[in-house]
């Protein structure tokens, strides 16, 4: 009787904890993906990248005497339709924890049960499970720096080994074709050029890790705060769709910390940060909607499209680091860390925007676009989240920008307005946009929608004058 595995955000062979169960079971296993509502609201950049990683995935388990099988619909329905056609007693699956996820896999895990499947979710997109990480009260950490120091030298088992082949069942189910779900269709703008920025599949990911492992991680703790330089792994993407998992980012970091490289650590102390996102909507899933600490919601946000937010979208605020850091993200699909920080702190404080606007426009635009991570990065830089960066602390772009990108490599990749030789990244932007934005390169840089004094001197008004905190 086959076991059927559904696989979501864990598209690889490697360290996967439910595949390794279905294999030792010895029985046949039919993979499958199902395009449900979450999948179908995803927005335009990651469902494109998740159409990318389907469609790579599928053919990494060809090669191995499997095949993914394609199914669009409402999972508990796909599922029972599945079991009656191969006749599977059992479900597979990678535990999610943001909670749309865990709803939708609750009621699949009751139904299916009640239907007398057995039906089992498994680790594998976190290295610690929510509920495995308690502070010394039994309560979830809420500061990053105690979370870190109470799992960094913790145990998290080897890495599992590749399934060599999988057994396939007697006869496959029907599948749907992935180019007629057209998860490239929201992306109305050069789906080409953003696909071309994306690394896919899980044997680029592991490449990824080994090359940033030897050739970079030395200068991590210095580079990765460098918008210029190519210094951080790049490999966001992958964990958002799980083409590497954590454990195996983990065990390189931590084999390379036991060599000697000091960087590791740095390096590990990220992926932490995955981890407190993960913890953090677990257990107060009300940071993915609304102000952690509920006294924000005193304050003056602008909550509309106004021309400002427009402008920053478009990557047209005058403001150098963040028009550059704006059309990094809508021609790449991502932002550097430090860029995320700037453009996101200049939206809520120089233009006093609610941090909910940026956050969905960069679901909409970021290929590794992670519910928790976004949710828990906008908190944090506004001020409204756990451990957060206080409101007070305003950062000024044009410092950072001197201070991080000191040779100009960041402006000069993205910014092409007044420059004599732009160079080609720059100008890809401008074949990207929509023609009703009407944008050119040869327009001249605009001038600051907002100046740093001034958009600094009315947050710092506003903050001090709202009735609570
Ligand atoms: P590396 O420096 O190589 O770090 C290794 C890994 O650690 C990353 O791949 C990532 O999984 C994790 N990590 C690193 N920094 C963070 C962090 N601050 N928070 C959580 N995890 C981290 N990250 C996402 O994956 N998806 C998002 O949607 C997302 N939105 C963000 C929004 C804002 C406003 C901010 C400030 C940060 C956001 N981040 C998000 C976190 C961070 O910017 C990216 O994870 C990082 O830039 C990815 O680059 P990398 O893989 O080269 O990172």
Known sequence: ???????????????????????????????????????????????????????????????????????????????????????????????????????????????????????????????????????????????????????????????????????????????????SWNMGAAVRRGARTLASYCVVGEKAAQTRLETFIAEKLAQYTVQRDQPGVAGTSGLSENLTYGEISPRQCWQAGMRARQSGIAAAEDFMRELVWREFAYQLAHHSPHILTRNWKPEWDNFPWNTDETAAVTAWKQGRTGIAFVDAAMREIYVTGVMHNRARMIAASYLTKHLMTHWKIGMAWFADCLIDWDPCSNAMGWQWVAGSGPDAAPYFRIFNPDTQLQKFDPAGHYAARWLCEGRQAPSRTALSYFDMVPSHWGLSPQDPYPAPIVTLAQGRARALAAYHAREVG
């Open 1 to 179: 009787r086959p076991i059927i595995m559904w696989f979501r955000r864990d598209l690889r062979l490697a360290d996967h904890v439910a595949l390794t169960a279905a294999v030792a079971t010895g029985r046949p296993i039919v993979p499958v993906f199902i395009r449900d509502a979450q999948c179908d609201s995803l927005g335009a950049a990651p469902r494109l990248r998740m159409g990318l990683a389907i469609g790579e995935f599928k053919r990494a388990l060809r090669g191995i005497n499997s095949d993914l099988v394609l199914r669009s619909g409402d999972p508990l329905a796909v599922l029972r339709d599945l079991i009656a056609q191969t006749g599977a007693t059992s479900v597979y699956w990678s535990r999610l924890y943001d909670p749309a996820q865990k709803s939708r896999d609750t009621a699949v895990k009751s139904g299916l049960r009640a239907a007398g499947i057995d039906a089992q979710s498994f680790a594998g997109h976190l290295l610690f499970e929510p509920w495995t990480v308690a502070t010394k009260t039994g309560g979830f950490y809420k500061v990053f720096t105690p979370m870190w120091k109470s799992v960094r030298d913790r145990d998290v088992g080897a890495a599992l080994p590749a399934p060599a082949t999988l057994r396939a069942p007697d006869v496959w189910p029907r599948s749907e074709d992935l180019q």
